[in-house]
């Protein structure tokens, strides 16, 4: 079983629709979570961190379910400049005594005019 | 946020040769920098991370003497690719982080815009 695991897409939205995308993680003992956003060939970029509480950024709203090892992102009123790969990204703490950045797949969207 | 530049930004090379590729915190103090590849539709691998002046953590399977890292001030590692062949093409990604090394808290790393290697 993958560490973090994404559904790979695509997903083919019209503009304007709402999308949720779910990530699983394995390790019980991850301290933090992150949605990062990738355009083709350019490097990932920090979309929102995710807390326990859920946190909203505007379209976008994240949520974490520790219990259920569950992570989620909302984007709402979907533009076409949305359309990107969505990295969950889980941070571990490693046997080695150190955190590492693990990363899902990735899911992709395409918004369509 | 913080900027991490990353040299050349893309590289073709002939199978054999060694290529150097340099990233830099541009406006804080990396304590530990990370690299990482990845292949097309393929999520990031983390390769290897590197604390400033001492030697790399490499991960499973990525061998140490083919991808020399070296992390020896703190606003710049390199990663050597040695003796390069196709396969070893690849995005490759850099990232740093401020926070201290060894320490339990998750502080944020800030990616470099990768290098694009080609060996033909």
């Known amino acids: 079983r993958k560490e973090v695991e994404q559904d790979p897409g695509p997903f083919n939205v019209p503009e304007g629709a709402t999308v949720a995308f779910n990530c699983t993680y394995s390790?019980?003992?991850?301290?933090?979570f992150f949605w990062y956003r990738q355009d083709c060939r350019k490097e990932p970029k920090l979309l929102m961190s995710?807390?326990?509480s859920g946190n909203e950024d505007g379209r976008f709203t994240a949520q974490l379910n520790r219990a259920s090892q569950y992570i989620s992102l909302l984007i709402r009123d979907s533009k076409l400049s949305d359309s990107a790969t969505y990295l969950c990204?889980?941070?571990?703490?490693?046997?080695?005594?150190?955190?590492?950045?693990?990363f899902g797949t990735g899911t992709r969207l395409k918004v369509l005019a | 946020g913080a900027v991490v530049s990353q040299h050349p930004s893309w590289v073709i090379c002939k199978s054999g040769t060694s290529v150097k590729i340099e990233c830099r915190s541009l406006?804080?103090?990396?304590?530990?920098m990370f690299w990482y590849r990845q292949f097309p539709k393929q999520s990031l691998m983390l390769m290897a991370t590197?604390?400033?002046?001492?030697?790399?953590?490499?991960e499973q399977g990525v061998e140490k003497d083919k991808f020399l890292i070296n992390h020896a001030s703190l606003t710049l590692s390199t990663l050597t690719v040695t003796s390069a062949h196709p396969e070893d093409s690849s995005f490759y990604i850099c990232?740093?982080?401020?926070?201290?090394?060894?320490?339990?808290?998750?502080?944020?790393?800030?990616f470099g815009p990768g290098t694009r290697l080609t060996v033909t």
């Open positions: 990232s740093a982080r401020s926070g201290l090394a060894g320490t339990t808290t998750a502080y944020e790393q800030y």
């Open positions: 390790n019980s003992a991850s301290q933090s």
């Open positions: 995710v807390y326990s």
């Open positions: 990204v889980v941070n571990s703490f490693t046997t080695s005594g150190t955190y590492k950045y693990i």
């Open positions: 406006d804080f103090q990396a304590t530990t």
């Open positions: 590197s604390n400033e002046g001492s030697k790399a953590t490499y």
